[in-house]
């Protein structure tokens, strides 16, 4: 399976974009679904995830601005940004957990200018 995500790109402080993430075929029993950012010279850190129950986690640094989202029948994730800040330009992947793997996408850029 093949996580594609897109939607990243430049955008000014205050902007918003929209990532989306769609699996190259149907994952079965997928437990979690969910985002992470890498920042230059910074490790990986956890944005927000669903599970499959509908539970939904955010970093502090998120809440309030970003907003995840699935459509599970087409296997894709999204995750609204709102209110973006220069500390939000990172690196954006995407990840599904099902069962004991997890699957990761290629990674989308997103750029927030001051």
């Known amino acids: 399976v093949q996580l594609q995500a897109c939607g990243g790109g430049l955008v000014q402080a205050g902007g918003s974009l929209r990532l989306s993430c769609a699996a190259s075929?149907?994952?079965?029993?997928?437990?979690?679904m969910g985002w992470y950012r890498q920042a230059p010279a910074k490790q990986r850190e956890a944005v927000a995830s669903i599970t499959d129950s509908g539970n939904t986690y955010y970093a502090d640094s998120v809440k309030g601005r970003f907003i995840i989202s699935t459509d599970n029948p087409k296997n894709t994730i999204y995750l609204q940004m709102n209110s973006l800040k220069p500390e939000d330009t990172a690196v954006y992947y995407c990840?599904?957990?099902?069962?004991?793997?997890?699957?990761w996408g290629q990674g989308t850029q997103v750029t927030v200018s001051s």
């Open positions: 990840m599904v957990v099902s069962g004991s793997r997890d699957y």
């Open positions: 075929r149907s994952i079965d029993s997928i437990n979690v």
